[in-house]
T-cell receptor
Framework: SQQGEEDPQALSIQEGENATMNCSYK?????LQWYRQNSGRGLVHLIL?????REKHSGRLRVTLDTSKKSSSLLITASRAADTASYFC???????????FGAGTRLAVHP | DAGVIQSPRHEVTEMGQEVTLRCKPI?????LFWYRQTMMRGLELLIY????????DSGMPEDRFSAKMPNASFSTLKIQPSEPRDSAVYFC????????????FGPGTRLTVL
C-alpha cells in the first residue's frame, strides 16, 4: 500500500509559471522527501523536510509540511522546460528504515 | 564517485528463464534497496539490506524472487523462473543511513519477459 499520494496526477504549464504538487499521507512520519524522475532515468533526491519543520527552500523549490493535515506541497517557481519530469513524495514509516513512494505527479513544462 | 551502478540496463528474456540483475552501491553506504516500477503499481520496495544483511523482504512478490548481498559493494536480484508480469524497471538505491537519509538511485534495469 502507498503511504504518500500525490495530486494532481498530471500537470501541464507554460515556462515561467509556477507548479504546485501536493502529497498526502496516512500515518505519522519522521520526515518527508521529494524526488524527481526524468523519463527513462532513476530518481533524484530534491529535498527533505523533517516532521518538526514547516517550510524549506532550495533554489526554486519550496516545500511545506502540515503534519496536522498529513500533507505536503512542492512548489517550483519560474518553471523551465528542463523541469519536465515526474515528481514523487516519499515518507518514512515512523521508525523503519525504508521509504514509501507515492504514485507521482507528471509535470510537463512547455516552452 | 560513479554513483549507483546497475547492470544490465536492458534485459529481454523469455518466460521461464532465470534473470539476474546486479547492483553496485555507492562506497560507504550502509543501506541498499531494490525497487520495482510499473505503470500499474508505481514504485514498490522489494527488499532492503543494512550492512549486507536483509532487513525487510516483505515486498518481494513471491518465492521466484530472491536477493543477495555477499559484500558491501555488490548485490543481486534474481528471478527464477521469470514471467511476463515481471516486466518492469528495477531500481537499486543506496543510502548512508536509514530513513532520514537521501537515497541515491541507479539508472535502472528495464526487464522485458516475453
Amino acid at each position: 500500500s502507498q503511504q504518500g499520494e500525490e495530486d494532481p496526477q498530471a500537470l501541464s504549464i507554460q515556462e515561467g509559471e509556477n507548479a504546485t504538487m501536493n502529497c498526502s499521507y496516512k500515518t505519522s512520519i519522521n520526515n518527508l522527501q521529494w524526488y524527481r524522475q526524468n523519463s527513462g532515468r532513476g530518481l533524484v533526491h530534491l529535498i527533505l523536510i523533517r516532521s518538526n519543520e514547516r517550510e524549506k527552500h532550495s533554489g526554486r523549490l519550496r516545500v511545506t509540511l502540515d503534519t496536522s493535515k498529513k500533507s505536503s506541497s512542492l512548489l517550483i517557481t519560474a518553471s523551465r522546460a528542463a523541469d519536465t519530469a515526474s515528481y514523487f513524495c516519499a515518507t518514512d514509516t515512523g521508525g523503519y528504515n525504508k521509504l514509501i513512494f507515492g504514485a507521482g505527479t507528471r509535470l510537463a513544462v512547455h516552452p | 564517485d560513479a554513483g549507483v551502478i546497475q547492470s544490465p540496463r536492458h534485459e529481454v528474456t523469455e518466460m521461464g528463464q532465470e534473470v539476474t540483475l546486479r547492483c553496485k552501491p555507492i562506497s560507504g553506504h550502509d543501506y541498499l534497496f531494490w525497487y520495482r516500477q510499473t505503470m500499474m503499481r508505481g514504485l514498490e520496495l522489494l527488499i532492503y539490506f543494512n550492512n549486507n544483511v536483509p532487513i525487510d523482504d516483505s515486498g518481494m512478490p513471491e518465492d521466484r524472487f530472491s536477493a543477495k548481498m555477499p559484500n558491501a559493494s555488490f548485490s543481486t536480484l534474481k528471478i527464477q523462473p521469470s514471467e511476463p508480469r515481471d516486466s518492469a524497471v528495477y531500481f537499486c538505491a543506496s543510502s548512508r543511513g536509514g530513513n532520514t537519509d537521501t537515497q541515491y538511485f541507479g539508472p535502472g534495469t528495464r526487464l522485458t519477459v516475453l
